[in-house]
């Protein structure tokens, strides 16, 4: 199960709280967190998978923070 939790509130903002061993809450931190932290604004999307968080921002950017595990599959997945 999850031990991490993130919300996109209606005015784009990302909020995460949890477990953040591997620094899957994006604050900068390996702190564990248990009240909500703001994290960015202008949010579309979020995922978490493993220790790592994807976000597409509004203006299409993405954006990704945590462990290295699922950076190192996209990167190894990638067709060029």
Request: no cysteine; hydrophobic share 35%.
């Amino acid at each position: 199960p999850r031990k991490d939790v993130k919300v996109i509130k209606k005015d784009g903002s990302l909020w995460m709280w949890g477990d953040n061993s591997n620094g899957q809450l994006g604050n900068g931190t390996v702190e564990n967190s248990y009240t909500p932290i703001k994290i960015m604004d202008d949010v579309a999307d979020v995922t978490l998978r493993a220790s790592t968080s994807a976000v597409i921002k509004t203006d299409g950017s993405l954006w990704m923070w945590g462990g290295n595990l699922v950076v190192h599959e996209i990167k190894t997945n990638s067709v060029t």
